[in-house]
C-alpha cells in the first residue's frame, strides 16, 4: 500500500507538531524523522496486524513490524503458511507484502515508551481513514494492550466500556470482538478485532506462549497460502 500525497502530507504536519519522536535514532540512520513508517502489503490483503508504534529497526529499514517482536510475528506466519523455518531476513521483509501492518502512531517515540493520549488522538483520524478507506480487510489482529484500546479513543462512553470490558475478559486471545470506525470524511467500517499480547521479548508473561496464540488465530481465520488476499 503507498500513502496518497495528501495523507503523507497530513501525517508530515502532525509529526512536525509532536514531541517526542526520537529524531537521534532516525539521524542515526539518515532518515527524515517525519517520514510515516506505515504498513506495507497490498490494499486487498484479507489479514491486518495493528502494534503500538515502530521501532529501532523499524527506522532503519523503513518498514512496520520488522524488529525483534515483528520478526516473532513473521516467523509464526511463515512457518504456519509453509511447514518451514523462516529461511532469512529477506524472506521475512517479502511476507509483509501478504498482510497489512499498522500502528497507533507510524513515528518511533523517545525510549520506546508508550506515545500519550494526547499524541494517539492527533494522529487517530488519519490512521482510520487509512484502515477504513485504503485496506480492503476487515480482520485485524491487535498486538498489545495499547493496540487493543486505540479502538475506544473517541467512541461513546458505552462503546469505550465495552472494549474496555472485553480486554479484562479471561478468553480475550482466543475470542474476537466487532468495532465500527468513522474516517473524517464519513465513511464508516465494522472491523473484526482479535488481540494477541505484545510480541517483545520483554513480555516475560506471554512472549514464550505467543506463537501458539497467534497460530491459533490464524486458524480462526483459515490464513492458508491461498486465502491470503480477496
Not at 95 to 103: H, K, R, T
Request: proline share 7%; aromatic share 12%; glycine share 8%.
Amino acid at each position: 500500500m503507498s500513502l496518497s500525497c495528501e495523507q503523507r502530507q497530513t501525517l508530515r504536519e502532525l509529526a512536525g507538531e509532536t514531541d517526542g519522536i526520537d529524531r537521534p535514532v532516525y539521524a542515526r540512520f539518515d532518515k527524515d524523522p517525519l517520514e510515516p513508517i506505515i504498513g506495507l502489503g497490498d490494499t486487498n490483503t484479507r489479514i491486518g496486524f495493528f502494534g503500538r508504534d515502530p521501532g529501532t529497526d523499524e527506522v532503519k529499514y523503513g518498514e512496520p513490524f520488522i524488529g525483534a517482536g515483528g520478526q516473532l510475528v513473521r516467523k509464526t506466519i511463515y512457518r504456519h503458511l509453509h511447514g518451514d523455518d523462516l529461511p532469512d531476513f529477506e524472506t521475512s521483509r517479502a511476507l509483509g507484502q501478504d498482510f497489512f501492518w499498522i500502528n497507533t502512531v507510524p513515528y518511533k517515540p523517545i525510549g520506546n515508551k508508550a506515545w500519550s493520549m494526547k499524541i494517539k488522538r492527533r494522529f487517530q483520524p488519519t490512521m482510520i481513514s487509512l484502515l477504513v478507506e485504503q485496506w480492503q480487510g476487515r480482520s485485524l489482529i491487535t498486538l498489545g494492550r495499547e493496540a487493543f484500546l486505540w479502538f475506544g479513543i473517541g467512541q461513546s462512553k458505552d462503546e469505550r466500556a465495552r472494549i474496555e470490558a472485553f480486554w479484562k475478559r479471561d478468553d480475550r486471545f482466543e475470542s474476537a470482538i466487532e468495532v465500527e470506525l468513522n474516517a473524517p470524511d464519513g465513511q464508516t467500517a465494522t472491523f473484526e478485532i482479535r488481540p494477541l499480547p505484545h510480541p517483545s521479548p520483554l513480555n516475560a508473561t506471554w512472549y514464550k506462549r505467543f506463537p501458539d496464540l497467534l497460530r491459533q488465530r490464524l486458524e480462526q481465520l483459515d490464513v492458508r497460502i491461498d486465502t491470503l488476499r480477496f
